[in-house]
């Protein structure tokens, strides 16, 4: 088979800047080891997220230019609106600044004390949205999902019989809504099948609870049921996105992935009376209705940059660039996910760094020894994102700790992909030299961002 080749041309660059090994010990030192603390410019290749790091195409930075600013009822937000109904078929539309918006308006209008949310795996800012309103945020993965050697299609799947003993556990009533997260971001990027999607709304709609979806990669998650799943194979991605859409009765999305966009996220949902309460609440912190916090021109770059993040050949481009890095590392011997997920190549930090207990964060020690010996800038999803203690404040690690190499959309090239190599291969060879950490200063919430460690 011929190589897959980037699906555009480059016509804009962006220098980088690859400062020295000595200036990087000194700049991570001042950051208190934590890579979040580093300016931007110091990190030659930046993979601490996927998430509103894409490159827009010649066609968004065109429709930039036809942004209707206006404050109700734009041009711009109907352009928005009808894209966002073509791909999921929802009754109601809002649009959001970013998807921890859409999640936060949300839990705020349906969550009360004591409410319980099941979800394959949330992610943190949806787990800190729904807790910080009262609710106990459950994860209820598939096996396949928490083995990282497993080549299993749809990781990311919902265990569905652990669901139904979620369900009844809790009751019916302790449950606004169930979610489903595709592609699966903290279990490894993974996606969940279309099979595993209408078995967790059949078992959702037997006891009358909503499904809301959080589509933030939706695109990449239609891409791998094309791939991998019976009876999609050559179906358009926008069919098999509105199938997905059909299942549920709301979703949250965060544009910043699959929309292809800087900025942005939506809250769309079928009941009135979730539209009206939302509507309120959207009023109150994010905007006006049609624009929910968004430039006009926002809007119009998101309506092409949803349509892009659906064209096949993107998608294929995107997937090849995981493959390549994940297979590289993997004939080398070091401990990555597999198969590849769809934004991010992940590292098993717990077997890569064998000789760190998981409360001394061999994710972290594996991201600072990234950034020391190549400044690579990935992210730890693990025990200190978690962050998770029992009752009587004892700290609890996490199943699996791995580290994160997410890739901006339509960014880096392949050079890039074998530096990256590279540097983790030098890494694993000499892993035993690099030391587990303790955490000095940290927040109540979400505190992965802010941290404070110091070497053991
Ligand atoms: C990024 C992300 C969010 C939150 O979106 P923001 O735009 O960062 O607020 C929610 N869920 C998942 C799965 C995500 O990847």
Redesign the pocket.
């Known amino acids: 088979m011929r190589t897959i080749i980037e699906p555009f041309r480059i016509k804009m660059t962006e220098p980088i800047n690859l400062i020295s090994k000595e200036e990087r010990i000194e700049k991570l030192k001042k950051a208190h080891n934590n890579v979040f603390f580093l300016d931007a410019e110091d990190c030659a290749i930046d993979l601490l ?1 996927d ?2 790091t894409g490159a827009m195409s010649a066609q968004q930075w065109a429709a930039l230019m036809l942004g209707d600013e206006s404050y109700a009822g734009s041009k711009s937000w109907k352009k928005f609106e009808s894209t966002v109904r073509n791909i999921t078929n929802f009754k109601h539309i809002f649009p959001t600044h ?6 936060g308006l949300l839990a705020m209008t349906r969550i009360k004390d004591g409410d319980v949310v099941p979800n394959n795996s949330h ?4 787990r800190a949205n729904l807790e910080f309103s009262g609710a106990k945020a459950i994860n209820l993965l598939c096996e396949d999902g928490l083995n990282t050697e497993s080549d299993a299609p749809f990781k990311g799947n919902m265990d569905i019989k652990k669901l139904e003993q979620c369900i009844a556990k809790y009751g019916a009533d302790k449950i606004p809504f169930g979610m489903i ?1 595709i ?4 279990g490894g990027g993974q996606p969940v099948s279309m099979e595993n999607i209408r078995a967790t709304k059949e078992m959702l709609s037997a006891h009358k609870i909503p499904l809301v979806i ?1 589509a ?2 939706f695109a990449e998650n239609s891409y791998f049921i094309s791939e991998r799943e019976e009876g999609y194979k050559g179906k358009p991605l926008i069919e098999i996105a509105q199938e997905i859409f059909s299942y549920a009765d709301a979703a ?6 699959d929309g292809l966009v800087n900025i ?2 939506f809250f769309v949902c079928n009941n009135n009376d979730w539209a009206e309460d939302f509507k309120n609440m959207l009023i109150l912190r994010e905007g006006f209705p049609t624009y929910g916090g968004l430039a006009g021109r926002d809007l119009e770059a998101i309506s092409v940059g949803l349509m892009e993040a659906l064209d096949l050949d993107y998608q294929k481009y995107r997937n090849a660039t995981m493959r390549y890095l994940n297979k590289k590392l993997d004939e080398s011997g070091v401990p990555v996910i597999k198969p590849n997920g769809g934004h991010a190549v992940f590292l098993d930090a717990k077997k890569f760094m064998k000789h760190i207990p998981s409360l001394e964060y061999p994710g972290i020690s594996l991201i600072n020894a990234l950034y020391i010996e190549g400044a690579i800038r990935a992210v730890e999803i693990g025990s200190v994102m978690f962050g998770s203690f029992d009752k009587d404040g004892n700290e609890i690690a996490s199943d699996l700790e791995l580290v994160r190499l997410a890739f901006p959309r339509r960014v880096y090239t392949q050079s890039h992909f074998d530096y990256l190599a590279e540097v983790i291969i030098e890494v694993w060879k000499k892993r035993g030299q690099y030391k587990g950490l303790i955490i000095t200063k940290q927040a109540k919430v979400l505190r992965h961002f802010s941290c404070h460690f110091k070497s053991k």
């Open positions: 997220t998430s509103g970013q998807g921890r918006a859409a999640e992610f943190d800012t949806t997260t592609t699966n971001n903290t959080d933030c990669r949250t999305m965060s544009l910043k992935k942005g996220g």
